[in-house]
């Protein structure tokens, strides 16, 4: 095999991951860019010293690649050599090369830009500020050690394959430290490049993650490739696949920080998954850090899977020095400075910039009530008030108004996603002759206008706030029934789900309980989220014991049966006398105590049980069998019209198994529905059951009946529930 240089082949790799066509021999490089022309080059890459005249000579390369700290002598004799060769004399430091392949200057006026934007706190601060005007230091628990701000990235990232998980409260400010070490990066970037350093520092770049539909890189290097209408930043064009982003993180060009893994609207399957594959990438030499609010157990749960307890970091609350320090550079005098700290000193929300800046904002002079400054959800309820109130004059509608139609867009926005000023003002029931249409058409101060028309809530905090108060309110005036249709339709965020936890009263969660039947998974599911937020709130750092007795209050008993636990973690509970059947989804039963002394069925086994003991039963094989056969009796009648597909409903004439379908139903893969006017009842198959069954009837043989339990696990509960006696 010829010999290549380690530099050469490094460099053929790296435009292999780009889309050149490439190959390298000794030191001898020759690439095909992929342009409408397809342009060659012939580049020479290696050790300067042996980079001989004669070789220089016989190549004729347009290029010579070299070490970054290769003397600057050698240097002058490789640009000799190809001015005698005739070639303009370009040698390039690999470090300058490779961020010339990139446009990684481009990258740092991104960086510079984004960091700049204060969209966290738009209206809350004030406009002139920059990155480094507006921070304020605060500490960091990392590791069982306090670390400043200012020293984070350099402890947790400073070598090679190195990652970090900042964790933190809502409104402690994750993103405006990351966009402050986003600036930090930019500056001794160009800071680099402007002394013409022989080697430059990575740019780290900021990716907000509430706009990614997975968790890839592949998608983190389309949203950094693609221009948007919602920011004014650089699209870093070249930097468009996931390979080659693989490789300048490999090669330490930038430093990724990845903003919101809980605003990440998908499956905590699917977000292991993306953090498994960021793992590896880190695993192979990147640098990174992902950022996620502290209370959204599925993100942080994940992360706590992935990353090394010493990776983990959490914000602290800004101390009342540090408080003081950020409302001053925002504007306040010392003295109204001091009457915002008195007002907040005892409440929940005490060293949290975000209320800091919106009670500054607000006018907040007073302390506030005892009952309000036990809630962090209810002093944000107050200080938006409050924000009403300043934007009386400006809309002319009262504040009590105001917050009405906010919760009405919230409840509409919620069910229906983004809506443009018509239909906003159709579904609120407002004329466009009303004072109140104002609040869209010239938008509220918590609502601000996209670029394509829609009119959406500026905070995503606010708008499921707004969202839990709309159900809050509905179930508490209204009753249950009022609300089943928002909570059995779609599965609620963590923070709509502990916003709903700290609203309503322990009375309507016990009786929404006991009308979430197992005919609706998803409403089932989501008053059990509820039911287990509360816990959370009420006994953090209490005995499994004393969990398992609030959550049974709020229950009105010990049994969790006929229930979807999609994305719902079940935890540190004493299970001695509970009683769990029937359970499907992806969810977890971690950490509790005292497995064997619950009655439970295999159900529980298809669940992430990490930290819980749950022994085997032993009867599989023989239940497996009979399921089988009557699943093969029920999906007979679906399969006579189609040969390569199943029929998606049956009528309950037809149906000679009515206690089988509804075991479907309870795994969500079928419903009962009206058809044809309201008259004849019909099961009918959902998305999901018509993928697993299909799966399941049309495959080839029974021994590949096991791999498809496993990529299909509500198919394992079912056949069970079918196989009992």
Not at 326 to 344: C, H
Not at 391 to 406: H, N
Not at 420 to 433: F, P, Q, T, W, Y
Not at 579 to 608: F, I, K, M, P, W
């Given at each position: 095999?010829?010999?290549?240089?380690v530099?050469?082949?490094?460099?053929?790799?790296?435009?292999?991951?780009r889309g050149?066509?490439?190959?390298?021999t000794?030191?001898?490089?020759?690439a095909?860019?992929?342009?409408l022309?397809?342009?060659k080059h012939?580049w020479?890459?290696?050790?300067?010293?042996?980079l001989?005249?004669t070789?220089?000579?016989q190549?004729r390369?347009?290029?010579i690649?070299?070490?970054?700290?290769?003397?600057?002598?050698?240097?002058?004799?490789?640009?000799?050599?190809?001015?005698?060769?005739?070639r303009?004399p370009?040698?390039?430091?690999?470090?300058?090369?490779?961020?010339?392949?990139w446009?990684?200057?481009?990258?740092?006026v991104?960086?510079?830009r984004?960091?700049?934007?204060?969209?966290?706190?738009?209206?809350f601060?004030?406009?002139?500020l920059?990155a480094?005007?507006?921070?304020?230091?605060q500490?960091?628990?990392?590791?069982?050690?306090?670390?400043?701000d200012?020293?984070?990235?350099?402890r947790?990232?400073s070598?090679s394959?190195?990652?970090?998980a900042?964790?933190?409260?809502?409104?402690?400010?994750?993103?405006?430290?990351?966009?402050?070490?986003?600036?930090?990066?930019a500056?001794f970037?160009?800071?680099?490049?402007?002394?013409?350093?022989?080697?430059?520092?990575?740019?780290?770049?900021?990716?907000?993650?509430r706009?990614?539909?997975?968790?890839?890189?592949?998608a983190?290097?389309?949203?950094?490739?693609?221009?948007?209408?919602?920011?004014d930043?650089p699209?870093?064009?070249?930097l468009d696949?996931g390979?080659?982003?693989?490789?300048?993180?490999?090669?330490?060009?930038?430093?990724?920080?990845?903003?919101?893994?809980?605003?990440?609207?998908?499956?905590?399957?699917k977000?292991?998954e993306?953090l498994r594959e960021l793992?590896r990438?880190?695993?192979?030499?990147?640098r990174?850090a992902?950022?996620?609010?502290?209370?959204h157990?599925?993100?942080?749960?994940t992360?706590?899977t992935i990353f090394?307890s010493?990776?983990i970091?959490?914000?602290?609350p800004?101390?009342p020095a540090g408080?003081?320090?950020?409302l001053?550079?925002?504007?306040?005098?010392p003295?109204?400075?001091?009457?915002?700290?008195?007002?907040?000193?005892?409440s929940?929300?005490?060293?949290?910039?975000?209320?800091?800046?919106?009670?500054y904002?607000?006018?907040?002079?007073?302390?506030?009530?005892?009952?309000?400054a036990?809630?962090r959800t209810?002093?944000?309820?107050a200080?938006l008030e409050?924000?009403c109130?300043?934007d009386?004059?400006?809309?002319?509608?009262d504040?009590?108004?105001?917050?009405?139609?906010?919760?009405?867009?919230?409840?509409?926005?919620h069910l229906?996603g983004?809506l443009?000023?018509h239909?906003?003002?159709?579904?609120?029931?407002?004329?466009?002759?009303e004072p109140k249409?104002?609040?869209?058409?010239?938008p509220?101060?918590l609502?601000?206008?996209t670029?394509?028309?829609?009119?959406?809530?500026?905070?995503?905090e606010?708008?499921?706030?707004?969202?839990?108060?709309?159900?809050?309110?509905d179930?508490?005036?209204?009753?249950?029934?009022?609300?089943t249709?928002d909570?059995r339709?779609?599965?609620?965020?963590?923070?709509?789900v502990?916003?709903?936890a700290?609203?309503l009263?322990?009375?309507?969660?016990?009786?929404?309980?006991?009308?979430?039947?197992?005919?609706?998974?998803?409403?089932?599911r989501?008053?059990?989220?509820?039911?287990?937020?509360?816990?959370?709130?009420e006994?953090?750092?209490?005995?499994?014991?004393?969990?398992?007795?609030?959550l049974?209050?709020?229950l009105?008993g010990?049994?969790?049966?006929d229930?979807?636990?999609?994305?719902?973690?079940?935890?540190?509970?004493?299970?001695?006398?509970?009683t769990?059947?029937?359970?499907s989804g992806?969810?977890s039963?971690t950490?509790?105590?005292?497995?064997r002394?619950?009655?439970?069925d295999?159900?529980?086994?298809?669940l992430n049980t990490?930290?819980t003991?749950?022994?085997?039963?032993?009867?599989?094989a023989a239940?497996?069998?009979r399921?089988?056969?009557?699943?093969d009796v029920?999906i007979?009648?679906?399969?006579?019209?189609?040969?390569d597909?199943?029929?998606?409903?049956?009528?309950?004439k037809?149906?000679t198994?009515?206690r089988g379908?509804?075991?479907?139903?309870?795994?969500?893969?079928?419903?009962q529905e009206?058809?044809?006017?309201?008259?004849?009842r019909f099961?009918v198959?959902?998305?999901?059951g018509?993928?697993m069954?299909?799966?399941y009837?049309?495959r080839e043989?029974?021994?590949?009946l096991p791999?498809l339990?496993?990529?299909?696990p509500?198919?394992?509960?079912?056949?069970?529930?079918?196989?009992?006696?």
């Amino acid at each position: 095999m010829a010999y290549t240089s380690v530099l050469a082949e490094s460099v053929r790799s790296l435009l292999q991951a780009r889309g050149w066509r490439c190959d390298a021999t000794r030191f001898t490089i020759r690439a095909v860019e992929p342009t409408l022309d397809n342009i060659k080059h012939v580049w020479m890459a290696g050790e300067a010293i042996a980079l001989t005249g004669t070789e220089i000579a016989q190549v004729r390369p347009t290029r010579i690649l070299v070490p970054d700290l290769t003397p600057a002598k050698e240097v002058e004799r490789v640009e000799e050599a190809m001015r005698a060769a005739g070639r303009e004399p370009r040698v390039n430091r690999i470090t300058h090369f490779i961020d010339i392949l990139w446009d990684a200057s481009t990258a740092a006026v991104r960086a510079r830009r984004d960091a700049e934007t204060a969209d966290n706190f738009e209206g809350f601060v004030a406009p002139e500020l920059t990155a480094p005007d507006r921070h304020v230091k605060q500490y960091l628990k990392l590791g069982g050690e306090r670390v400043p701000d200012n020293r984070l990235l350099e402890r947790a990232l400073s070598a090679s394959g190195s990652a970090l998980a900042i964790l933190a409260d809502a409104g402690l400010g994750k993103s405006e430290l990351l966009k402050w070490h986003e600036w930090r990066y930019a500056v001794f970037y160009e800071s680099a490049v402007a002394q013409r350093a022989h080697t430059y520092p990575p740019v780290a770049l900021r990716v907000p993650l509430r706009g990614l539909r997975t968790l890839s890189l592949d998608a983190i290097a389309h949203y950094l490739s693609r221009p948007s209408d919602e920011d004014d930043l650089p699209a870093l064009n070249r930097l468009d696949s996931g390979r080659f982003l693989l490789e300048l993180l490999r090669r330490q060009r930038l430093i990724l920080l990845l903003d919101g893994t809980d605003e990440l609207m998908i499956s905590r399957a699917k977000l292991e998954e993306g953090l498994r594959e960021l793992r590896r990438a880190v695993d192979d030499g990147a640098r990174l850090a992902v950022s996620s609010r502290l209370g959204h157990l599925n993100s942080t749960r994940t992360i706590g899977t992935i990353f090394d307890s010493g990776e983990i970091a959490t914000i602290e609350p800004m101390e009342p020095a540090g408080g003081r320090e950020l409302l001053l550079k925002n504007g306040a005098d010392p003295d109204r400075a001091d009457e915002v700290l008195k007002a907040l000193q005892s409440s929940k929300a005490q060293g949290i910039p975000l209320f800091l800046l919106l009670a500054y904002y607000v006018n907040l002079k007073d302390e506030l009530d005892v009952a309000v400054a036990s809630s962090r959800t209810n002093v944000l309820l107050a200080l938006l008030e409050l924000l009403c109130v300043r934007d009386e004059e400006r809309l002319g509608v009262d504040s009590k108004e105001q917050m009405a139609v906010l919760t009405d867009f919230a409840h509409w926005t919620h069910l229906l996603g983004d809506l443009n000023e018509h239909s906003a003002l159709e579904h609120l029931g407002i004329d466009v002759a009303e004072p109140k249409a104002a609040m869209i058409l010239n938008p509220h101060a918590l609502l601000t206008r996209t670029a394509d028309g829609m009119v959406v809530f500026k905070y995503t905090e606010f708008l499921l706030l707004f969202a839990a108060k709309a159900i809050s309110e509905d179930w508490r005036r209204l009753g249950f029934g009022s609300v089943t249709g928002d909570l059995r339709g779609t599965k609620l965020d963590d923070m709509t789900v502990e916003y709903l936890a700290r609203m309503l009263g322990l009375d309507d969660i016990a009786r929404g309980w006991s009308r979430a039947t197992g005919e609706y998974p998803l409403l089932r599911r989501n008053v059990l989220a509820i039911a287990l937020a509360r816990v959370e709130d009420e006994c953090a750092g209490e005995s499994p014991a004393v969990r398992s007795a609030c959550l049974s209050g709020l229950l009105g008993g010990k049994s969790l049966c006929d229930t979807l636990l999609a994305d719902v973690v079940v935890q540190q509970l004493d299970l001695q006398g509970w009683t769990l059947r029937r359970l499907s989804g992806s969810g977890s039963l971690t950490y509790c105590v005292n497995a064997r002394q619950c009655d439970y069925d295999e159900s529980v086994l298809q669940l992430n049980t990490e930290g819980t003991e749950f022994p085997k039963a032993t009867d599989d094989a023989a239940r497996l069998a009979r399921g089988c056969t009557r699943l093969d009796v029920m999906i007979k009648p679906l399969k006579r019209r189609s040969a390569d597909g199943l029929v998606r409903m049956i009528s309950l004439k037809e149906c000679t198994d009515q206690r089988g379908w509804s075991e479907l139903r309870r795994v969500g893969a079928a419903e009962q529905e009206r058809k044809f006017g309201g008259g004849e009842r019909f099961w009918v198959l959902t998305e999901s059951g018509v993928r697993m069954l299909t799966r399941y009837a049309f495959r080839e043989h029974d021994d590949e009946l096991p791999g498809l339990m496993s990529a299909e696990p509500d198919l394992r509960v079912l056949l069970l529930a079918l196989g009992n006696r």
